[in-house]
């Protein structure tokens, strides 16, 4: 029944990005935290966004502008690696309080906390008419490697911040989604490796999220989870034409505000 719940929420949250606007990493990553400690869930997103933006590497990747490339990606790939290691440090076991509803015992940790404003500040931003229109001088892009490279590594959150850097080079539609795809990519392979090592050195250790999923045999449930996300999102991306549903966006964005709170506070 786990396998099933957690299957269906991976296919059905992947697939919610094609008519609410949010992006893949912005849905999933929540929704993914609902069974696994939030390490774990942002490791997992990124496996999925690796995996989605490599299928498109090989479609668009030759369309980029290298120069931009070269100049958001060196600083973008630093600064994954900087937000991976953050989030890494606050996954300190360690609680900040704890209390009881019922039986049900509650956490609430740095890691939460941190993740928690994060997934509500980009949901804002997100849904922001006017963050849709905010553009930065080409002479800033670095900087737009800088910050959403940090926050693509410390939550997954990265591909609003990428855009609006990105959008005033004068570049053309196919070098803009090109570069784009690079700079995704760059990201992810960078952050995903720091989880990578930080997964090994916990097991080795024997502590920390990794062990507790080994000990609780959920692992199978990662991989399930990581592989529908995986199929919903090449699905959709291939089938289904990508249209933002005004009632929707308002209402996914509602609940990742709500899922938000709950995280923070420990619920989740």
Known sequence: MDYLLVSITALLAAGLTFFSGFGLGTILMPAFALFFPIEVAIAATAVVHLANNLFKLALV???AHWPTVWRYGITAALAAAAGALTLEWLGAPRALAVYTIGERECRVTAVKVVIAVVIA??????MSRGFERATFRPRWVWLGGLVSGYFG????????LRSAFLLRL??????FIGTRVVGAVIVDVSRVSVYAIAAAMSARAGGGAVQALGEGGRWGLVVAATVCAFVGSFVGTRLVKSITMTGLRRFVGGMLLVLAAAIGVGLV
């Open 170 to 175: 004068g570049l053309s539609k196919e070098q």
């Open 153 to 160: 590594g410390l939550s997954g959150h990265q591909g609003a």
């Open 61 to 63: 990747g030759r369309q």
């Open 121 to 126: 500040a980009f949901a804002l931003l997100e």
